[in-house]
């Protein structure tokens, strides 16, 4: 699987406090070791039958480390013979063919394709290609079940971030933007709430997925943390008339721009002076003063911060305990510098 595939997994697991791709790969190595099991011994467990090859004899505790973190996974044992799954042999590609499954299923719906590539990169374990397949619908169902369930509860800081994926439409590979949308409830507890694509970020893209959220129950939207999408800031206004926070890692980024390589140790200590302050007075005032203080030498610097410190500064209208590192606002990844 190439980065970009990847760069959906990432940033689902980067986003929620709840660990959903690697829930997911758990879910399809149980049913993988399921499968497997069930091609040794002959038979569904439980079941009585003439084919019946030996009977399972509990299991052990093994460890797997994927790229969403570590998994506990408890392997069958057979009375007669061994298993070791195949997914865990040395050089086999199935946690990226999983990892391939599940993010098509966040996304678009799992391919054919796919689906080849996952019994291919299971081998000879003896599982059929209709029993991967079944494998694939259950999680294409688990993921789907995921994305249109109920949103409860009120969720004041919404943060949305995309990225670009290549997908195959139509016989050919094509760009695809996929959003991903995180809120962040009264209790502090960050979740995803909501993953969509499409070929542009126009507002009737944005409004229609912002839409969507709302639809389902999304409510107390105060503040919507993203990069400078003018699209995304009509549709917000208009769905949910919520403030808007420029992401601090974006803006970070497209303001060093404006400076040369060696400068940018320095600037960067003199931003960040302004996000130490205690108040949004000070921040306000020291914003000024770390802009004026790059006028001379980094001139575009000094005019991007004198037209988006109102951006970048809005979280500050908040309660201060969602300052901190710990809370809300800026501990989501694209928000804390």
Sequence with gaps: ????????????????????????????AERMMDMEIEARTGAPSGTRSPARLTHRNGYRERGWDTRAGRIDLAIPKL??????????EPRRTAEKALAAVIQEAYVHGVSTRSVDDLVKAMGASGVSKSQVSRLVAEIDERVNAFLTRPIEGEWPY????????????????????????????????????GIA???SEAEPFWKAFLRSLADRGLRGVK?????????????????????QQRCRVHWMRNALAHTAPKQRPA?????????????????????????????????????????????????????KEHWAHHNPIVSLPAVAA
Aim: aromatic share 8%; proline share 3%; net charge negative.
């Design 197 to 199: 694509t499409g070929p």
């Design 79 to 88: 009375r007669k013979g061994s298993y070791f799954p195949s997914f865990l």
């Design 1 to 28: 699987m190439t980065d970009d595939r990847m760069a959906l997994v990432e940033l689902i697991e980067q986003g929620a406090d709840s660990d959903l791709v690697r829930e997911m790969l758990a879910f399809a």
């Design 223 to 243: 503040l919507v943390i993203s990069d400078d999408h003018k699209g995304l800031r009509a549709a917000a206004s208009k769905v949910f008339a919520a403030s």
């Design 267 to 319: 600037v960067i200590a003199m931003i960040k002076t302004i996000f130490a302050q205690e108040t949004a007075e000070a921040a306000h005032q020291q914003w000024e003063q770390v802009a004026d203080a790059c006028r001379e030498k980094f001139p575009k610097l000094a005019g991007m911060m004198d037209s988006s410190r109102e951006d970048v500064l809005a979280y500050m209208a908040f309660p």
């Design 158 to 193: 919404l943060w949305i971030d995309a990225t670009y994926l290549k997908v195959r439409e139509g016989g050919r590979i094509v760009s695809t933007a996929a959003i991903i949308a995180v809120g962040v409830n009264t209790d502090g507890r960050r979740e995803v709430l």
